[in-house]
């Protein structure tokens, strides 16, 4: 099987390290006047900015699942449609757009997943509890939340360096691989 069709172990490891990371970050939140602000948003931010949108769904969407069955199941399938959603949507803008400028694309895309996390919420916890006015009541947490997480997820991985090493980790691994198909090869020509 060729490396382009597998998960790297690499990417693999930290999927599952975001993922836990995000189940982890559910647990508990930060008490406001009138709610609580979770900070797996961060964690869900940072992982789609660095990962493609399929690991960030499994850490946007599973792992908030998974997070919710633990400690507040109600809502859990609203979780795992509007994580996922937001995961995929900044992990695809932030990996498609503005290629000369990173930093501009995660930014665009963390802004539009905090939308996509608001909505998705507002409107799930419409159904959920059947009355559009808790619903309704909750924007303000909901907004708050999206938009600390993005700014936690941002500075996590432009001002505190993870992007610059997890590329670095990447770029790594890349060039190990490489010279281990070098090597493998190299009785061939000899």
């Not at 992982?47 to 507040?72: H, K, N, R, T």
């Not at 400028?101 to 916890?125: E, N």
């Not at 670095?168 to 060039?175: D, F, G, L, P, Q």
Request: overall charge positive; aromatic content about 14%; proline content about 5%.
């Amino acid at each position: 099987m060729s490396q382009t069709t597998k998960l790297p172990a690499i990417k693999l490891t930290l999927t599952a390290l975001f993922m836990a990371m995000n189940i982890a970050f559910s647990s508990f939140g930060i008490p406001v006047p009138g709610g609580h602000i979770y900070l797996c948003d961060a964690v869900i931010c940072l992982s789609a900015i660095l990962l493609g949108p399929f690991e960030a769904f499994i850490v946007g969407g599973i792992g908030s699942f998974l997070g919710d069955i633990l400690f507040y199941p109600l809502p859990m399938f609203v979780s795992l449609f509007t994580h996922g959603l937001q995961a995929m949507t900044i992990s695809f803008i932030s990996h498609n757009t503005f290629k000369y400028h990173p930093r501009l694309a995660s930014a665009l895309g963390v802004a539009i997943g905090s939308v996509i996390m608001v909505t998705g919420y507002t409107l799930g916890k419409a159904f959920i509890y059947s009355t559009p006015a808790y619903a309704i009541m909750g924007i303000p947490y909901e907004a708050l939340q999206a938009t600390v997480g993005a700014f936690l997820g941002m500075i996590l991985c432009w001002k505190l360096g993870v992007y610059k090493y997890y590329i670095s980790t990447i770029n790594s691994n890349a060039v190990y691989r490489q010279n281990l198909e070098l090597e493998d090869t190299s009785w061939k020509t000899k």
